[in-house]
């Protein structure tokens, strides 16, 4: 009997917990493969050392139950173990429509935020049917697997909880599209790297306090990009173009930039960035990286030195939506499929449009407008949000850059 044909038979959950040693899985079905039965689910999880092990099966033919049940015991007992034989009817219950898959961060993820976060997802009529960790480190992050709730139902009701818990939550639709998001497209400054590269120059220039005042009040969507980019980029006239080459060597990278990259080039993802700041940095760090996609604006350069002026288009607010659809395409990617990360108001178009849009350390204008937050000072805790376990990123046998 196949076990798409269990639903209205009977069937035995044989549920084996203890010791976690090789060999555990594999005795237990040897066992109950002398009562003929067939496998119609199995669960299995490790914690600290202890495995629970779980086996639905079908009833044994010809009253072999009782059979069944003494032999599992006993051998159970061999090995130090303790079982658990439960009858019923049928498979699982039927899970609801809506599959989502919930992650959570948290540094420390404590019992009342965890309370809370799944109170919330029962209230929206969501069933959690499955819990697992993908990290421990640099933060605790747990996906739940949710059925019987939409994501954007989801979405909304744990926003305002993970804010209050000072925890993210991260919602997406599950399904093996998840993994098909192959593009990631961030932005530069304060997200791809410790700074605003505009404020490296101005400090060669010697008007770092007036260009970083106009910086801060364009990250907060006060002013007009375009506008404060031209009025910033005036203040840099005369300043000597081997200046470029001290910038570059001052940039810093956001601790997790080195490990979140190689870690999504060896799964397959194609990077990209885009930055309101200059052509002249951007094509250092595509090169330095093993970048596949970089747009910057590009400093004017004339007799060795820089005019105070930008040529060619101007990346902006707008800009960085329209660079992220020109990857996609590039790439082959449907927009539905890409991944883009960024901190400042001008990056939030370009993370509505994206298939996940999330805002990394970002201003609150940002983060109550995208898809959802990291608050960690890492940017390869994004990984997590895709779905990549620790493990995943250790086995890409990488040094991490923090």
């Not at 992650?103 to 009342?112: C, M, R, S």
């Not at 106009?214 to 203040?235: C, I, K, N, P, Y």
């Not at 890409?338 to 996940?356: E, K």
């Not at 201003?363 to 940017?379: C, D, E």
Request: charge should be negative; glycine fraction near 10%; charged fraction near 25%.
């Amino acid at each position: 009997m196949s076990a798409s044909q269990t639903s209205d038979v009977p069937t035995l959950l044989v549920k084996i917990f203890g010791k976690d040693r090789p060999g555990i899985t594999a005795g237990l079905f040897d066992t109950l493969a002398a009562y003929s039965v067939d496998v119609v689910d199995i669960e299995q999880v490790v914690t600290r050392g202890r495995i629970v092990l779980c086996a639905l099966v079908t009833e044994p033919p010809g009253g072999l139950e009782g059979g069944l049940r003494a032999t599992v015991h006993s051998w159970a007992e061999s090995m130090k173990m303790q079982a658990e034989i439960i009858s019923g009817i049928g498979d699982n219950r039927p899970r609801g429509l809506g599959r989502s898959l919930v992650t959570v961060l948290g540094h420390p993820l404590t019992a009342e935020s965890t309370a809370r976060i799944t109170a919330r997802i029962t209230a929206t009529g969501g069933n959690i049917d499955r819990i697992f960790r993908l990290a421990k480190y640099p933060v605790t992050a747990v996906e739940f697997a949710v059925s019987g709730a939409e994501p954007e139902t989801l979405r909304t009701a744990l926003v305002t909880e993970s804010a209050a818990l000072g925890v993210d939550v991260a919602v997406v639709a599950a399904g093996l599209h998840r993994r098909a998001q192959r593009l990631v497209v961030m932005d530069v400054d304060s997200t791809l790297i410790q700074d605003e590269v505009i404020e490296l120059f101005a400090a060669h220039a010697g008007c770092e306090k007036e260009v970083a005042e106009v910086t801060e009040a364009a990250m907060r969507g006060e002013l007009d990009f375009e506008q404060s980019l031209h009025a910033r980029v005036a203040l840099l006239e005369g300043l000597d173009a081997s200046v470029i080459e001290k910038v570059r060597s001052e940039v810093r990278l956001t601790p997790g930039a080195r490990t979140l990259i190689r870690t999504l080039k060896r799964l397959g993802f194609q990077v990209g960035v885009v930055s309101g700041g200059f052509t002249q940095v951007t094509d250092d760090l595509k090169e330095r990286l093993g970048l596949d996609f970089a747009q910057a604006n590009t400093l004017e350069i004339v007799d060795g030195k820089l005019t105070g002026r930008v040529t060619g288009e101007i990346v902006d607010r707008a800009g960085k939506a329209r660079l992220l659809r020109r990857f996609a395409a590039e790439a082959g990617v449907p927009l539905a499929q890409t991944v883009a990360i960024g901190d400042g108001a001008n990056d939030l178009d370009m993370l509505n449009a994206a298939g996940l849009g999330v805002a990394f350390n970002a201003k609150p204008v940002v983060r109550q407008a995208a898809h959802t937050a990291v608050n960690f000072p890492f940017l390869d805790t994004v990984l997590y949000l895709l779905g990549v376990t620790r493990e995943e990123v250790e086995a890409a046998d990488m040094h991490d850059d923090r």
